[in-house]
């Protein structure tokens, strides 16, 4: 998993100010439905959770079913009350973890 | 245009007849496993409809790839927030799409994506809030080409 997340996330923000946050991590997200020329089932293979952590506390996760996109994106806010990181977890359905983080400045 | 043979007449009867009951079959299996799911979510409960707003192309020229918003008219609290949000495809293979679980540092119950869908289908989205309480709306989507590969 060499794919590098993207990330949308502002640098700044007002203190109390709910901030957008775009996310998104290059992935086939094979549905397990597909076949392959031969006919066989192509063996599902997906990001079955995605996290979002601020300053260690829970943001926002999302459970996802084969039903999403490849490429999975997701758009959500924070509150942001101070200054601290985001962290953001995709796990893969063979357990493969990819991480990213995004600092912001609360004033 | 080719007059058709009464042999290909028929074979194109029956061929059509197979579909329509294969398909049939397909749709109420996924929509009983879509009622199974949200009974499950809501523990039985009756969820009021309304308070959901759920953004999406009335139609998908493209079912790999649809863009869905849904949007909780909840207030964000620490002790009254929207807590999860549950989003169903009745028509899908897999009526599961995602669940999203928000804390009171999400600001707003508010998320968008981006989804598969077979078919024509409706797009069920099913919010908890922090006391317990269900809210559920629906939005119809036609799908021109499936998304679910094969």
Redesign the interface.
């Known amino acids: 998993m060499a794919e590098k997340p993207r990330l949308k996330i502002p640098k700044e923000a007002k203190k109390g100010e709910?901030?957008e946050i775009k996310t998104l991590l290059p992935h086939v997200m094979e549905?397990g439905?597909?076949?392959d020329k031969d006919g066989q089932t192509i063996p599902r293979k997906i990001i079955n959770k995605f996290a979002c952590e601020?300053n260690g506390?829970?943001?926002?996760?999302?459970?996802?079913?084969?039903?999403?996109?490849?490429?999975?994106?997701?758009?959500?806010?924070?509150?942001v009350e101070e200054s601290g990181t985001f962290k953001f977890t995709w796990t893969d359905d063979d357990g493969t973890v990819t991480t990213a983080e995004e600092k912001i400045t609360v004033s | 245009m080719r007059q058709l043979s009464r042999r290909d007449a028929l074979a194109l009867a029956s061929g059509a007849a197979l579909t329509v009951t294969g398909w049939s079959t397909g749709a109420s299996a996924a929509a009983k496993e879509a009622a199974e799911q949200i009974t499950k979510f809501t523990g039985g409960k009756t969820a009021e409809k309304g308070k959901i707003s759920i953004e999406l192309p009335e139609i998908a020229e493209n079912g790999n790839t649809v863009p869905l918003s849904v949007t909780v008219d909840a207030p964000m609290t620490a002790d009254n927030y929207v807590s999860e949000i549950l989003i169903i495809a009745d028509g899908n293979p897999n009526p599961g799409v995602a669940t999203f679980h928000l804390s009171p540092l999400a600001g707003k119950a508010e998320a968008s994506t981006r989804i598969r869908l077979a078919t024509t289908q409706n797009i069920i989205a099913v919010a908890k809030t922090s006391k317990g309480e269900f809210f559920t709306n629906q939005k119809l989507v036609k799908v021109t080409i499936g998304g679910c590969g094969g």
């Not at chain 1, 506390?57 to 509150?79: D, G, L, S």
Request: aromatic share 14%.
């Open positions: 709910v901030i549905s439905q597909r076949k601020f506390k829970p943001v926002f996760t999302a459970n996802m079913e084969p039903a999403i996109a490849a490429n999975p994106y997701m758009q959500f806010h924070a509150k």
